[in-house]
């Protein structure tokens, strides 16, 4: 037999906190415009660029 659960109790904190979700997401702040979707890991190495040809002396 499942038991049933108590809904949970919600706190002004929490009820404050959803209000203002809700007006973040109807603005479109979580639509992927105004914030990149991942954080970039700094586990990996990213290669720094080579000056190749900048000038006479960097052709050699």
């Given amino acids: ?9 919600r706190t002004p904190v929490s009820l ?3 209000a203002k979700r809700a007006a973040q997401k109807a ?5 992927g415009r ?3 979707r ?3 890991s700094r586990k990996t190495y990213s290669r720094r660029p080579k000056h190749r ?3 006479p002396e960097g052709a050699a």
């Fill in 53 to 55: 040809g900048d000038g």
């Fill in 1 to 9: 037999m499942n038991r049933r659960r108590r809904p949970a109790r």
């Fill in 16 to 18: 404050d906190r959803s």
């Fill in 27 to 31: 603005a479109g702040a979580f639509d």
């Fill in 34 to 36: 105004f914030r990149p």
């Fill in 38 to 40: 991942v954080v970039r």
